[in-house]
């Protein structure tokens, strides 16, 4: 993924994060205006919407622009109540360091009693408000770091019943996975899974992939054939994925001693889609593509390549010329009488 991609992917997420905070903003604006009125103190609705429009929006600009381009890169590794803390830390800080400026500025009081104004209901009223909304946000931006946009879907029920869909599958796995665990050991290694699936997690979000499941080193990513099939992103997130992991050698080979590469098949078909599960609700897809798409990924090895897709894929993604492809052979297909062509992307120069 290119940086102009990865640059409007981050504006895209402040984008949505200041529409947010703009709509909790206004429906703060109607509470404060309600209490207010019901104490019997005069209050003008659209003067408080005013007042709470340009501080949503400007918070929404600047915190969250802070938050997806400085603080998410060094705190997403954290556990949640971790993360969150520290940006409750500096929720207090800053709220602490503006009170006490506009002190200075225009009340005449001396900052000595900036004590008994932060011991206030209201400050610990605007503290609570920011906290908990940072840490919704939080919470929303690391369910779509997770399930990328699928995250979405958990929450609306969009997948409740079963669907009818096109979808794109990419089955991911790891080169040498025995003989890699065997050497590391069982800590070290899920250290180095950790590691690995953290770095191409970020590629994925950006792809607009959805990581369907996690097979010990296997990874399972969809898209929505729309999604995929757009600026071929499903086949650019492999090829981000494995020019990451080369420019991160160094670093896995002095902490790990190894260099991970990875292997991809890529299919695409109908499949019907939904949620299964009581207790631990679990999106499903289910039709032969699934199938056909991990046997395609195992055929790499006995091809000697790191990507295969097949032919039905590769007419629909019309590859500009920058790609450069190799037939490979064919296989067959479970309960069918006809093969699947095979095909790899030897290099693109883009």
């Given amino acids: 993924m290119n940086e102009l991609s990865a640059l409007r992917v981050h504006f895209d997420r402040i984008l949505r994060i200041t529409l947010a905070w703009l709509v909790v903003g206004l ?7 309600n209490v207010l009125q019901r104490a019997g103190l005069e209050s003008h609705l659209l003067d408080r919407i ?3 429009y340009l501080r949503s929006l400007l918070a929404g600009l600047i915190g969250g622009g802070v938050y997806i381009f400085l603080l998410r890169p060094r705190l997403r590794r954290l556990p949640f109540f971790h993360a969150w803390g520290i940006i409750a830390g500096l929720i207090l800080l800053v709220l602490t360091c503006t009170t006490a400026l506009w002190r200075a500025r225009h009340a005449p009081a001396p900052l000595t009693a900036l004590p008994d104004e932060l011991f206030t209901l209201d400050f610990l009223g605007t503290y609570l408000y920011w906290t908990l909304l940072m840490g919704a946000t939080m919470l929303m931006v690391r369910m779509n770091d997770q399930y990328g946009s699928g995250g979405i879907a958990y929450l609306t029920g969009r997948y409740h019943k079963p669907r009818q869909e096109m979808r794109i599958f990419m089955f991911l796995d790891m080169r040498s996975s025995t003989a890699i665990a065997e050497q590391l050991g069982h800590v070290k290694y899920f250290q180095l899974l950790n590691e690995l699936f953290t770095d191409i ?5 950006r792809s ?14 969809s898209w929505t054939f729309r999604n995929g099939v757009r600026r071929q ?14 420019r991160r050698a160094k670093q896995y ?13 890529f299919h695409y078909g109908p499949v019907t ?9 679990e999106r499903i897809y289910s039709g032969d593509v699934v199938n056909t798409a991990a046997r395609i990924q195992n055929s790499c090895n006995e091809l000697g390549v790191d990507n295969l897709l097949s ?19 064919s296989i067959a297909l479970r309960g069918k009488a006809t093969s699947t062509s095979l095909w790899t992307i030897e290099e693109a120069r883009v």
Avoid: W
């Fill in 253 to 265: 080979e002095a902490r790990y001693g190894i260099v991970p590469v990875f292997k991809a098949g």
């Fill in 311 to 329: 032919q039905e894929l590769l007419e629909v993604l019309h590859l500009p010329a920058v790609y450069r492809t190799r037939e490979m052979g």
């Fill in 201 to 205: 997690t970020d590629v994925i979000v």
């Fill in 233 to 246: 992103r499903c086949i650019r997130c492999f090829l981000d994925i494995r020019s990451k992991l080369q």
């Fill in 208 to 221: 607009r992939g959805e990581i369907y499941q996690y097979v010990g080193d296997e990874v399972s990513v």
């Fill in 273 to 281: 889609t939904g949620e299964v599960g009581s207790v631990k609700r």
């Fill in 50 to 52: 005013d007042a709470q």
């Fill in 27 to 33: 429906i703060n604006a109607l509470f404060e205006h």
